[in-house]
């Protein structure tokens, strides 16, 4: 597939024109956590946060309030994987905190402002990565991994992958891996398949722990422009939601930029009254 039509393709990622993922299970609860702090700085890496002051300046150059800090990570994990044997499939995490998780797909869009917009707010994110959409630029992502967001599996080009036999959804699954581990020097631990395609079926799931990610990872709900889409009836945030966006711009958003829908993102969420927390902070991940 080429370039253009891989880009056009991945555009509809995720939300299969309706913003729903299919039907996932969902990760063992853990003890509740103490809720996060007054509504006074940004979502900071736990144990620094930056003072009030200065996230409120933050926050302001980009025309945003900011976030009530997320509470510290849970010492006991919701979500514990296991080293071989069939992976989970969730699409939240069972936990008390009132928090929600950011992932972004794909990685068409490569504007240097949103680098800049999350150095400045800290803001964490999950990245799942597509190699032939980030291949020409593998570098952009690295400043974002440096603030100690994580870079996860989105396969090699973004196909249906129930439409695929065996050998091919192995290969996808694969390459991707051996490719963002070379490039960010860390084995992603998620996979997200395109579309949430396929993510309940035992083909995929087989070939996904054969490749090394612990984890098929879905969403409830899925940003567009202004607003996201829900799954759940009453469209509200619940407590460890995980919430699907993409890398996307002005062609894409109609003519909002990436860090306006980002923008607009955690507007949504704060008037919900909820934080961000950073996704594989909740998860244990396999013993080594």
Known sequence: MGALALLAFATACGDNGGGAAPAATTAAPAAPQP????????????????????????????????????????????????????????????????VVFITIDDGAEKDPKFVEMLTDLKVPISMFLTKDIVKNDYGYFKPLQALGNHIQNHTVDHPVMSKLPADKQKSEVCDDQAALTQQYGTAPL????????????????????????????????SMQIHDMQYQAADKKLKPGDIILAHFRGPKELKGATMTQMFGDLLARIQEQGFSVARLEDYIQAPAS
């Open 190 to 221: 998620l996979f997200r398949p395109p579309f949430g395609d396929g993510a309940n079926t035992p083909m995929l799931n087989t070939s996904v722990q054969q490749c090394g990610p612990r984890a098929i990872v879905l969403w409830r709900e």
């Open 35 to 98: 809720t996060g702090a007054a509504p006074t700085g940004a979502a900071a890496t736990p144990g620094a946060p930056a003072p009030a002051g200065a996230n409120a300046a933050a926050w302001a150059k980009w025309n945003l309030t900011p976030l009530a800090p997320a509470p510290a990570p849970p010492a006991d994990k919701p979500v514990k994987l296991e080293r071989t044997g069939p992976v989970p499939v969730f699409s939240e995490v069972k936990t008390t905190d009132k």
